[in-house]
């Protein structure tokens, strides 16, 4: 799937970040006849795996998932609060093999003729010419538009002084569950500041991890084992670690996206829920939304036009996103106060509740 590395490329689109979104562009742009470049400075494309791996079944309709790809169909969500009570809620969709998820993004782009170079990370820009290294080589494309969706600390976002600033550092091990479930949990406690703890369970195993808010002072090693520790004794999974990841999740809400002929998409450009965390569904909009604006300004051969994908995305992300911030800005003091006061912020600062849409 890899393309012959050669010292200078011509390309319509680059696009740096073989993730949900940089698929999801390439694929938008490639099956329109462009042609397309993916930098992937990976070994392999979707690993190592930094995700919870839920995704609503909405999501699962719009790409056309493969049945392989959907591991543990999931009916509901539990909130668990921190004096005890227990909330559910509907939330339908699967626990997905992410990695394999991320493959098949990029196995439809490069179907469509899309060119994927792995390991390989780009270094700069001189406004004409990216310069790429390729295990150590250099590597020059002139792309007319760059589609930067390379993750939370994102060099694309870099060049255009447009920069995640603000995170949830996670932190999860893959655990074996004592009984299956159809349903995730989430675990609110002020051992977990800023963030919560989850149980996605994926068959036999679950990924349980937790994001901590780092200006509240616990470490998410801490954090987790804590909560490992908790979840072991109420019979929830064995004590036996089976993998260990983590990583930062945004929580700033959207940046700004564009600039001349350079759009941000997915983490990169801050797409993701600022309270919930949840990315995944956003970067393949966002990505997608990307690739068809791309195409637009090449076939009018109007870069201006690249910047109407910003509208876009505003147009359905900021609101939402722009709530939650200011949502999760006022939670962070009750974190230091009592389990009730805690509890009571809980109802109008979690999507669960009824009161956090008003």
Known sequence: MEAMACARIDCDVLVVGAGPAGGSAAFETASKGLDVVILEKRRQVGLPVRCAEYIPSQLVREVNLPAHIKIQKIEAMQTHMPDGEVVTTRSPGFIIDRDQFDKYLVQRATSKGARLFLETKAVSYDGQTVLARIRGRALRISPKIIIGADGPLSTIGSWIKSTNREFIQAAQYVMRLREKKTHTQVYFSQDIPGGYGWVFPKGDVANVGIGVDPGLGKR??????????????????????????????????????????????????????????????????????????????????????????????????????????????????????????????????WVAFREYYK
């Open 220 to 349: 998410p090693k801490a954090a987790l084992d804590s909560f490992v520790s908790r979840l072991v004794g109420e019979g929830v999974v064995e004590p036996e670690v089976l993998k260990k990841t983590g990583g930062l999740i945004p929580s700033g809400g959207l940046l700004k996206l564009c600039r001349k002929n350079i759009a941000l998409a997915g983490d990169a450009g801050g797409l993701v829920h600022p309270i919930t965390g949840a990315g995944i569904a956003s970067a393949v909009s966002s990505g997608k939304l990307a690739g068809g604006f791309a195409w637009r300004a090449i076939a009018e051969d109007d870069i201006r036009l690249l910047a109407e994908y910003e509208l876009e995305c505003s147009e359905f992300f900021f609101d939402i996103f722009a709530a939650a911030r200011a949502k999760k800005t006022l939670l962070k003091e009750y974190w230091q106060r009592g389990t009730h006061d805690l509890c009571e912020a809980l109802k109008w600062g």
